[in-house]
């Protein structure tokens, strides 16, 4: 580390740990000069020497371990971006990814996803786990509120339903493309053990997915256009777009926009159907 790094270190974990109230963690406010944790107090939760973590502090300690790092950025609560920032003071590159499957989403994010009224959108995991969707979603797609939880995975819908893959122009070029984007959505997100357990799975259910499986491809879930044909409304298409979400990398959001006033004007009808 530079003294530039070592310096800035120190003083970003001083910040962190002054924002800190000691009562939340069971420590006494009582006859505190600065407001925050006491770096003693700092070294407790992360188990580490109260001498070292001073002179970490001072910017003297010299570069701590990825291990101590990281119970040190447990110790002061830090959020994920907090945590990579800490990393990219102490090393210079973020921390490796831990994948953790999420729960769920947000209100905030719900109600975005809602605001599209005629784009079917999405928020899916990094094992593709389809965990939010709006009203379009629902009567384009699939309403996934009558699948069960396990059974909301885009790679199971478009492997295991028959309904599903007949809904595809291209049904073969289009599942080639989910197999190697999700591989390599969950590798980026640190799921291996998930994304193995997942993948013998469905190596079994489907010769298919074994087959696209066994050609290791690996392609960017960014941009492109979706046709499908719709057992209501005939031919529907879509050109979608991939966000992350901010400092959630388990989760992306995917928009299908209706790529005329046609494939407008079918959602609305499916959407006035389903009031």
Request: aromatic fraction near 8%.
């Amino acid at each position: 580390m530079s003294d530039q790094s070592v310096q800035l270190l120190g003083a970003y974990l001083k910040d962190c740990r002054g924002r800190l109230d000691p009562a939340s963690f069971g420590f006494s406010n009582a006859r505190r000069r600065t407001p925050g944790l006491r770096r003693e107090e700092v070294a407790q939760r992360a188990n580490i020497s109260a001498t070292w973590y001073t002179w970490l502090e001072q910017g003297r300690g010299g570069a701590p371990s990825t291990e101590v790092l990281n119970r040190i950025a447990q110790s002061l609560l830090m959020t994920e971006p907090e945590r990579e920032h800490l990393f990219m003071l102490a090393f210079g590159h973020p921390p490796e990814v831990i994948y953790r499957a999420p729960e769920g989403v947000t209100p905030r994010l719900q109600r975005l996803l809602d605001t599209l009224e005629f784009s079917p959108a999405i928020i899916k995991t990094a094992t593709w786990d389809v965990l939010a969707w709006n009203r379009a979603a629902a009567v384009v797609f699939t309403d996934y509120s009558l699948l069960p939880v396990e059974e909301r995975n885009i790679l199971r819908l478009m492997f295991c339903r028959q309904g599903v893959r007949e809904r595809q122009e291209d049904w073969e070029s289009m599942a080639r493309f989910v197999v190697a984007a999700f591989r390599a959505d969950a590798i980026r997100a640190g799921a291996a053990s998930e994304v193995s357990k997942l993948a013998e799975e469905l190596c079994v259910l489907s010769a298919d997915f074994a087959r696209f499986w066994r050609d290791n491809d690996v392609r960017v879930h960014g941009e492109g256009s979706k046709r499908l044909h719709h057992p209501m409304m005939g031919l529907i298409a879509l050109e979608y777009s991939g966000f992350a979400v901010d400092g959630r990398p388990d989760l992306g959001m995917v928009i299908y926009n209706p790529a005329t006033a046609e494939d407008t004007d079918k959602i609305r009808v499916l959407l006035e159907g389903n009031d």
